[in-house]
């Protein structure tokens, strides 16, 4: 779908591409990054990240250090094969009724 959006609108009309947990993987966020498109993708808990990067730990893992509703940033890391920028933050406790 978004490459047949590509092709009538053109990449340059995509300002940015907003995605689930769903929508991960190394083919992916390869092309994504090919064509220049920017995106910002939600990720598993236990995604793990490249080996040279934090030891290879898992996103669970690598926020554990961090607070409740704590944003966290870390640059220049590898996920699925692709060098990204990672933010992320620690959700609140929420108990269920």
């Known amino acids: 779908m978004l490459s047949e959006f590509i092709e009538i609108f053109g990449v340059e009309k995509i300002a940015s591409l907003t995605a689930n947990r769903e929508f991960t993987g190394e083919k992916w966020f390869s092309w994504l990054k090919e ?13 793990l990240i490249d080996e040279n990067y934090f030891g290879g730990k898992d996103l669970k893992e690598l ?5 409740e509703d704590e944003f966290y940033a870390f640059d220049k ?3 699925f094969n692709t060098e990204l920028y990672l933010r992320g ?4 406790n929420q108990k269920k009724l």
């Open 63 to 67: 926020f554990s250090h961090t607070k």
């Open 77 to 79: 890391t590898k996920i």
């Open 89 to 92: 933050i620690k959700p609140l």
């Open 35 to 47: 064509k220049g498109i920017p995106f910002v993708i939600r990720l598993k808990n236990n995604t």
